[in-house]
């Protein structure tokens, strides 16, 4: 049995037909980059040639970067003028408050101004006020400073007669005034048992006078202390006698002469003071350092 091989037969080719080349310039621009639709392969989508001349920078680089800067400055100056249009923006729309706040102050100066013409028509009127207060003060002061001296001798003579016996006869009696103290200055000018004393006195009383016996001397300086009127009652002398007595001269009385002085007070002030003063007097508020001392004193 016999087997025939079959002869290979080559494929068969296509002479394609040979298309005749063209110039660029006789080339459909737009057919380009396509295939020919007879052949019904698939079309080239590219686009389509435009042709454009070459171009060549021949600025230099010095050239460009002033052209850069004048852009920069163009943009500066465009947001300059935008910040005060928006400036000027803002101040129209608070112009109405602006103006009001104007008017207001204008509106002030002007009560201001009135104001200050009143006071100055009323400044003679305050001056005047101002006199009346210090001769006020005067007046205080000279009346507060007026002692009541019929008072402190009548309140001397009761003085002795409230003693036991006789009552004691006063001789004489004298009264100095120093007036207010100052304050800070000395309180009592009198004579004082009590060197520690720290009362106030206005004056002076001396007096002399005659009692029968030195027992009536103690009791008169017992009562002038209870009297406030009085401070510190002392007796400065004493001299004891014996003298006749009686209607024929047939007896002997014992007579104490003696001498003394005592404070008045500010109880013998017709008007008197306040606390406020009274406390000035005793207890004078510290002078203050002047400012060149205190230097000093640091510097030292």
Do not use: H
């Not at 943009?75 to 112009?95: C, K």
């Not at 002030?108 to 003679?124: D, F």
Request: charged content about 15%.
């Amino acid at each position: 049995m016999s087997t025939e091989n079959p002869t290979p037969v080559a494929p068969s080719r296509r002479r394609q037909r040979k298309q005749e080349k063209k110039s660029l310039w006789q080339m459909d621009i737009s057919s380009l980059g396509k295939k020919d639709q007879a052949t019904g392969d698939e079309r080239l989508d590219r686009p389509a040639f435009q042709p454009t001349l070459p171009q060549v920078n021949l600025l230099p680089k010095s050239v460009m970067e002033s052209m850069a800067m004048a852009r920069v400055r163009k943009w500066t100056i465009v947001a300059v003028l935008l910040v005060l249009v928006a400036a000027g923006g803002i101040w129209w729309l608070q112009g109405s408050a602006i103006d009001q706040a104007q008017s207001d102050l204008t509106a002030a100066q002007a009560e201001n101004t009135k104001l200050r013409a009143q006071v100055n028509a009323l400044a003679p009127v305050n001056q005047m006020y101002e006199q009346i207060t210090r001769l006020q003060g005067v007046v205080t002061t000279t009346l507060a400073a007026q002692p009541q001296a019929s008072v402190v001798m009548d309140r001397l003579v009761q003085a002795g007669r409230q003693v036991d016996g006789s009552p004691i006869a006063l001789t004489n009696m004298d009264i100095t005034y120093t007036g207010i103290p100052q304050p800070g200055g000395p309180l009592s000018s009198c004579p004082n048992p009590d060197p520690f004393g720290s009362q106030i006195t206005i004056g002076c009383l001396t007096f002399t006078a005659n009692a029968t016996s030195r027992d009536q001397v103690s009791q008169l300086l017992r009562i002038l202390e209870q009297d406030p009127l009085f401070i510190g009652p002392y007796v400065t002398s004493t001299t004891a006698s014996e003298v006749q007595a009686g209607a024929n001269g047939n007896r002997t009385q014992s007579i104490v002469a003696f001498s003394g002085s005592a404070g008045v007070s500010l109880d013998g002030l017709k008007t008197l003071l306040t606390q406020e003063q009274i406390d000035a007097i005793l207890a004078p508020p510290k002078p203050q350092p002047s400012p060149s001392a205190s230097e000093g004193a640091v510097a030292e």
